[in-house]
């Protein structure tokens, strides 16, 4: 079983930076990509960035290119989100989602589906204040 534990949220000035934290309880070669999407009151969970753990190729959903950073310390099995010029609409419950080993990724349609990810952690909160 694989356990994400997320860190890192906070409340933030608009134009703020914070750094989450995703770090996984399992050796990297059970898991073949880690994600992160958010969620925000009353929307749907939108796609925010993933990495893949093998080849270390990323994707990045729109509203976040430019802005926010996806990166991993393997010593650590830890993945990090660098999110940048914070606005408030950024304010959202951020999760991370690790795939199985099994599960492979070639375009960012596949990235972008939830259903394509087996684990997920409980979520951090981020609040941007205008």
């Known amino acids: 079983q694989v356990q994400l534990v997320e860190s890192g949220g906070g409340l933030v000035q608009a134009g703020g930076s914070l750094r989450l934290s995703c770090a996984a309880s399992?050796?990297?070669?059970?898991?073949?990509?880690v994600g992160w999407f958010r969620q925000a009151p009353g929307k749907e969970r939108e796609f925010v960035a993933q990495l893949n753990w093998g080849g270390a190729s990323t994707y990045y959903g729109d509203s976040v290119k430019g802005r926010f950073t996806i990166s991993r310390d393997n010593a650590k099995n830890t993945v990090y989100l660098q999110i940048n010029s914070l606005n408030p609409e950024d304010t959202a419950v951020y999760y991370c989602a690790a795939s199985n080993f099994f599960r492979e990724f070639s375009s960012i349609a596949q990235a972008m589906n939830p259903g394509h990810y087996d684990y997920w952690g409980q979520g951090t909160q981020v609040t941007v204040s205008s």
């Open positions: 399992v050796t990297a070669f059970r898991i073949s990509a």
